[in-house]
Structures are given as C-alpha cells and as structure tokens.
C-alpha cells in the first residue's frame, strides 16, 4: 500500500473502527464467558452439588 | 429410504447437540479451532487487502476501504436472517436454545453493520464528496442498525426473559421485509451507492485480484462471527442455569 | 405436535401479511424513494422547475470547461441532456464519461444550478494496468 496516496488517513481510521469494534466485541464475550463460567464454578464447589 | 433414515439420525445428532448441558460441552471443544482459524483469515485478509492487492483505476488505494466495508454489510444481513430464524424456531419449536442464540447473536449482528457504516462513510466521503447521503440502501442500512437495537433492547426489556425473548422474536421476523429492501435498492430506485459487484448475475464486476481479498475478509468475519457467537451463546446458557440455581437456593433458604 | 403445527401456521400467515404489506406500502411510496433523476425523467416532472432537486446521470466527454471556480459540464442519460453549472469543489471522482448526482434546480433558461456534486461510483472494480489493456483492445465499456 502506498501511504503517500491521498486519503490514507481515511483508510487508516476504517480498519482502525473495524479493529476496535471487533476487538470490543471479542474481549466483552470473553470476559462475560469467564464471569459466568467462574460463577458456576464456585457455585459447584461450594455448594457440593456436583455437576 | 436411507435417505430419510439418515436425515433422521442428522435430526437426532443435531437435537442431541442441542441439550444446553452438551452444547456447552461440544461449543467449549470447538470455539478455540474456529477462533485460530478466523484469526488466520483476518491476517491473510489483512495482508492481502492492504499490501499485496492493487490500487484501483478510478479509486486508488481507497478502494481498500472494502475490504473491511463488504464483508460487514454481508454479516450485518446474515446475522440479522439468522437472528430472525432462530426467533421463529423459538416462538414454534419452544427451544431455549433458540432464544438463547438468538439473544447471543443480535448484538454482534449491529456491531457488524455499524462497522459497515461507518466504514461506508469514510468511503463516502473521499469518494462521493459527502459522509452520508438519505439514498435507499444508506437509509436502509441505518434501519437494520435500529432493527437490532430494537431486538437488543425488547428481548431485555422484561422480568420474564421469555416474553422478552417472544417479542424480540416477533420484531425480528417483521424486520425479515427490510433484507430484501437493503440488498435490492440499488437496483429498484436510483441510488448514490453503487449496484452490487460480486452477487449480481452474470459473475462478479471485480478484478480476481481484489475479490480474493474481499473473500478472504468475508470468510475471516464469517468465523470470528461464529466463534463469537458460541462464546456468548455458551454464557446465555450457563448464566440461565446461574439464575436457575439462585432462584432454587432462594427457595430452600424460605423453607 | 398440534400446537406446535398451529403456531408454524400462525406464523406463516404472519409472515405472509407482513410481506404483503411491505410490498404493499413500497410500490405506494414508488420513486419517491429515488435519491436522483436522469435528464428525460427531470424535465418531465412538472414540479423540478420550481423545487430542489437532484440531477443524476453521466458527465458527457468533451463537456467540461472551467472558468475561474465556476465549472460547467453536461449531464446525460443517452436520450436527453441537461448543461450543468457549479460553483465549487468537485469530488475526486468526478471525471468525464463518469457517474455524477448534482443537487440543485432547473433555470428557466433550460439549465441547471447545482449547489452540490456527488460522484457516483459504478460497481466495476479493477487494477490500472487492467482498465488499460481494456482501453488499449477497444472493449472498454463493451459489455455494457
């Protein structure tokens, strides 16, 4: 790619939206995912349910 | 014979799979695969789109912009039939699964179709001389972005989650009407936006150098879409047993 | 069974009356959804010569002058064309034998004023060394 081409900059900010909106995206699933997983395990061995 | 026999047992995998408690089992074994594999698409899409692909006649090195632009567009309409088939089969079938995906999936579905627009618009803007213009297709792109915000906000709306769920499923399967309006504006009304290049008939309006990697692209946001969507589908699940369990543990506590 | 049966059908003609009534109110609002009009569709209107309007079709070759920053060029849509005059800057795009959607209003001299110009882009995407091989053997535009 040729950064001295007029509009780099505008280039630069799509894939910049499309990385933070991706990244956003993956890192509230995981984090969610851990939370609830985290959860479920606690609850498991404390309550000495067994799943 | 054996081919409705086979269908059957197809059928019967497939419900089998669908058991929330094996579906957190069978999801957990195949998210990091299709996560790694997403992963590798998105960089070869990357390298391709930004580095090895040509400039374009008209556009130069903007046409690059694309690349992350279609494949969003393409997702933004997938998800949005997908979260309207999963509503259905919820509202007839009664499966929480169903909901359960349906739920998980609506928000990534506006998260792609907001990276379609504003990619658009920074595209728009270079290209056209104008950020955003009130045309079919712009105007009802923004509308399937307020479709899933609707969805989004119905299906949370409730104490009961499952008339949450009911009415964001009846709202997506209304919404089903804008999908054929987003894909063929462009071809009914006189648009700004240009007509579609590589769905039309008669095969792709595209140099093979720059549709391979805008292929490459859609098949990265079609695996990071679906390792994504298992992911928070497999959080639905486990966080309604979650509620599940308090919900019991509350009633023993006022026995 | 019977209730699950029932509410397929129920959604199915749900679905059904959705759609018609989709079809139903698009083909009302008809081409006032349209975001321009070419040449022959704008002078057959009876309310362009006196409201805002937007001018779509291709800048003719050849048509294009300048003359400090006003810019004149004639837009058409192979039947009929209309000669455009704008103050202003144009977007990269625009180019002669190119897509163009100018807002603004029809002079009673037979002109047209725009206060705008969008380019618009076609869906034809290709390398430059491709474009002029196409050029170079004549096919340029052909299979349109």
């Known amino acids: 790619m040729n950064f001295d081409a007029p509009y780099t900059i505008y280039i630069l900010a799509a894939y910049g939206i499309g990385f933070v909106l991706l990244g956003g995206a993956s890192l509230s699933a995981w984090r969610d995912w851990r939370r609830v997983s985290g959860a479920w395990a606690r609850l498991n061995g404390r309550g000495g349910r067994g799943s | 014979m054996a081919a409705a026999s086979a269908i059957k047992a197809i059928h019967q995998t497939m419900l089998r799979a669908a058991q929330p408690a094996r579906f957190v089992e069978l999801s957990g074994m195949l998210i990091p695969w299709v996560a790694a594999l997403g992963a590798a698409m998105f960089v070869a899409g990357l390298v391709d789109g930004l580095a090895l692909s040509p400039p374009d006649y008209q ?197 | 069974m019977t209730r699950r049966r029932q509410r397929l059908i129920l959604l199915g003609v749900g679905m059904a009356a959705v759609a018609l009534a989709a079809v139903l109110v698009i083909s009302a609002l008809g081409d006032s959804l349209t975001f321009f009009y070419g040449p022959s569709d704008l002078l057959a209107r009876p309310d362009a010569a006196t409201h805002r309007v937007r001018l779509g079709g291709l800048v003719e070759p050849g048509t294009v002058s300048r003359e400090g920053t006003m810019v004149r060029f004639t837009v058409t849509d192979g039947k009929s064309s209309l000669p455009v005059r704008y103050a202003g800057v144009l977007p990269d795009l625009f180019r002669e034998g190119q897509g163009v959607v100018a807002e603004g209003r029809l002079t009673p001299e037979g002109g047209f004023v725009a206060e705008t110009v969008l380019a618009k882009h076609d869906e034809k995407y290709m390398p430059p060394d491709v474009a002029a091989v196409l050029k170079k053997n004549g096919e340029w535009r052909a299979q349109q």
């Open chain 2, 59 to 255: 556009q130069g090195e903007t046409v690059r912009i694309m690349y992350m632009h279609v494949p969003a567009a393409w997702m933004g309409l997938f998800v949005y039939a997908l979260v309207a088939g999963l509503g259905g089969l919820g509202l007839v079938g009664g499966h929480p699964l169903a909901f359960a995906a349906a739920r998980a999936a609506a928000p990534l579905g506006a998260m792609f179709t907001a990276v379609c627009l504003i990619t658009g618009s920074l595209w728009g803007k270079p290209m056209w001389g104008a950020w955003w213009v009130w045309d079919a297709r712009l105007t009802s792109m923004l509308l399937l972005l307020f479709l899933y915000f609707g969805h989004i906000a119905l299906s949370r709306a409730f104490d009961d989650p499952r008339r949450g769920d009911k009415a964001a499923a009846v709202l997506g399967l209304v919404g089903c009407v804008n999908l054929p309006i987003v894909k063929f504006s462009v071809d009914w009304w006189n648009t700004l936006h240009q007509p579609a290049s590589v769905m039309k008939l008669g095969g792709p309006a595209i140099d093979p150098s720059m549709l391979w990697p805008l292929l490459l692209m859609a098949a990265a946001f079609k695996l990071i879409f679906f390792a994504l969507w298992l992911v928070r589908t497999r959080t639905e699940v486990v966080g309604a047993r979650l509620r599940a369990a308090a919900s019991r543990s509350r009633m023993e506590g006022e026995r």
